[in-house]
């Protein structure tokens, strides 16, 4: 085996720098970004996200630079073209960063996915025409290979460098500073990954009349591993299709993924043996082909019914929205796949770079759609409750039904948390800045700024806010509990706290028990084993030691001594409050509470959960 001389190798990343001068400079850009931005204070926001936009830009000018490469090189443009190419990306690259927000928003992190996803369409298709089926398929096996190779190359020269570092920490003794872990890595992956992808990535854009050298692996992989698995997970929606036509029940929204995820497998599966079409030997693959596209139409159907029922109940959301706009496109290529003479693969990824650019952007973008959206449903509520009247918030308090008051709510929330809430800004005849009081901007760190936002609008619209999750079962029925609703109960942290044990036998720790779990806890002294459960009120903690008659513990001493002067609330109470004793003819027990959430409704309270120690002796 011949080595690679030191000369080989700086005349090959040479050669590779001169083909690739942009997308290695910003890649050695991104990278000394990433180290400088993880040895900065986490409080320094401002430098934090400035960070963070240079890398942004200088990937997504990576992804850009390489693009306009393989389109000069297949189009044989001049040098003078391909230097006017990466400046054209540079002043693209620039701009896109001046564009970039200061702090983290929602929508600049979803148009970056975006732009990222369509560029990198963009370089599988750029290079050839709707007709080079082969080439098409020919270049991006070639990516493909090179991109596990390194992946693979990348993976395990960081390991090695990260054990040797390790070793010569343990044997030397040498105080190796933890960082110095993550430079490595951010060097590896940014620098030499991508040079190294880029030595190897194709030169060549040839289109063969035919693919002889179809990798056996991939061949036996797909018609015995992956086509197989599509099969069964097909019969197993078919089945659930069946389902809901003989129930006529609604499809569940988990449904839209499974089957999205399975159709675009699906699709990929067929490129994959693509080439094996024309094969005397696999002519079933066409067949097979045009069948999984037509049994691909009733699931289709039903994932449509899925997503407008969902949107029906709830409205547009950006992730709805990517959700149907998949949906769209599914259908556009099956229908392609079956009705078009001259089938071209190379369509699947250029539509999907389209419709990724398109959708960034403009009244029909994926935020544009969802901000109206939630808007006409919060616009609907506010003026259903008389809170928006002549197109501005009135600030009189209205009795507002829960549900109402529960979909204000969430709206709001997610309008603020996505959208930001200066959008609203026109309901309002006060200035939300001054309302608010500049809330920080840097909702990144922590979702409290947003909360802190979308509660002050709430009480400028004289909203109750309501906040509701599944919480447990009552004696006949699940019930809905909001967090206005609440209260949180701890043991005082700042006590030096001993519990006596005087007069027990054992001690069982952090036993957890919760009002919606059948068997929260159990535990065993000697023969016996208990089960721990909260009784249907809520204010009750029932020890069943197998058939002998229960231990109860009464909570309701605590939740009186607690005195709550309002249903929301957190409160510390010392050990001799938050300690209950509890006996029977047989057991004696003593609970040292740690921690216990419930709620309060009409004046009556629950306990819903609890945390702490149980002291036992059997008599």
């Given amino acids: 085996m011949k080595f690679p001389s030191i000369h080989s190798v700086v005349k090959g990343a040479s050669q590779t720098f001169l083909r690739w001068p942009l997308v290695i400079l910003m890649a050695i850009l991104a990278t000394a970004f990433c180290i400088r931005a993880v040895s900065k204070s986490d409080e320094d926001y401002d430098l934090y996200f400035w960070y963070r936009n240079v890398i942004a830009s200088a990937y997504l000018g990576m992804m850009l630079s390489i693009a306009l490469t393989v389109l000069a090189e297949r189009r044989k443009f001049g040098r003078g073209f391909r230097v006017g190419l990466q400046g054209a990306a540079l002043v693209v690259v620039v701009l896109y960063y001046f564009s970039l927000p200061d702090h983290f928003t929602t929508q600049a992190a979803i148009r970056f996915v975006l732009y990222a996803l369509g560029l990198h369409w963009l370089i599988a298709c750029i290079a050839f025409s709707a007709g080079e089926n082969n080439g098409f398929w020919v270049f991006n096996k070639k990516l493909f290979l090179r991109i596990l190779t390194s992946v693979l190359y990348t993976t395990v020269l960081y390991i090695g460098l990260a054990l040797a570092l390790l070793a010569i920490n343990q044997l030397f003794k040498v105080n190796i ?29 040839e289109s063969p009349a035919v693919i002889a050298d179809y990798p056996r692996g991939l061949k036996i992989f797909t018609q015995f591993v992956l086509l197989p698995i599509l099969t069964v997970y097909l019969l197993i929606l078919y089945a659930y299709l069946f389902r809901i036509i003989f129930t006529a029940t609604w499809p569940y929204s988990w449904v839209v993924y499974l089957v999205l995820g399975f159709s675009v497998a699906g699709i990929l599966a067929m490129l994959l043996v693509w080439p094996l079409r024309e094969d005397e030997n696999n002519k079933w693959i066409s067949g097979y082909a045009r069948f999984f596209y037509f049994a691909l139409f009733p699931l289709i159907v039903m994932l449509f019914i899925a997503i407008f029922k969902r949107m029906g109940a709830y409205g547009i959301t950006e992730l709805r929205y990517f959700v149907l706009l998949l949906a769209m496109w599914l259908l556009f290529i099956v229908v392609y796949f079956l009705v078009s003479t001259r089938k071209s693969i190379r369509l699947v990824p250029l539509s999907l770079c389209v419709a990724a650019f398109l959708v960034s952007f403009g009244p029909w973008g994926s935020a544009a759609v969802s901000l109206y ?42 309008i603020v948390e996505v959208h930001d809430y200066r959008v609203l800004q026109p309901w309002f005849r006060e200035n939300l800045d001054n309302l608010l009081q500049n809330p920080s901007r840097h909702a990144y760190y922590s979702r409290n700024n947003s909360a802190d936002a979308s509660e002050a609008l709430l009480k400028a619209m004289k909203v109750e806010p309501a906040n509701g999750w599944p919480y447990g079962q009552n004696v006949d029925s699940v019930t809905t509990v909001y967090e206005q609703d609440r209260f949180f109960v701890n043991l005082k942290s700042d006590e030096n706290i001993a519990v006596p044990v005087k007069g027990y036998d054992v001690l069982i720790r952090e036993i957890q028990v919760s009002s919606k779990d059948l068997s929260a806890a159990e535990f065993r002294i000697d023969k016996y084993t208990f089960s721990c459960h909260l009784d249907t009120s809520g204010l009750r903690l029932t020890l069943k030691p197998g058939k002998d008659p229960a231990l109860v513990v009464d909570l309701s001493p605590v939740v009186t001594a607690a005195g709550f002067e309002q249903a929301l609330g957190s409160y510390n109470l010392p050990v001799e409050i938050m300690t209950l004793d509890g006996e029977n003819n047989q057991w004696a027990g003593r609970l040292v509470l740690e921690f216990f959430s419930g709620i309060s409704k009409n004046g009556k309270k629950r306990i819903g959960s609890l945390k702490g120690d149980l002291l036992m002796r059997k008599k």
């Fill in 177 to 205: 500073n933890g960082r110095l872990y993550t430079y490595i890595w951010f060097v590896l992956v940014g620098v030499f990954n991508t040079w190294f992808f880029l030595s190897g990535f194709p030169a060549g854009y």
């Fill in 373 to 414: 959206s939630q808007q006409q449903r919060l616009k609907a509520l506010l003026v259903k409750n008389k809170i928006l009247v002549d197109g501005k918030v009135s600030g009189v308090a209205q009795q507002i039904p829960l549900e109402d008051r529960k979909e204000i709510t969430d709206i709001t929330r997610y």
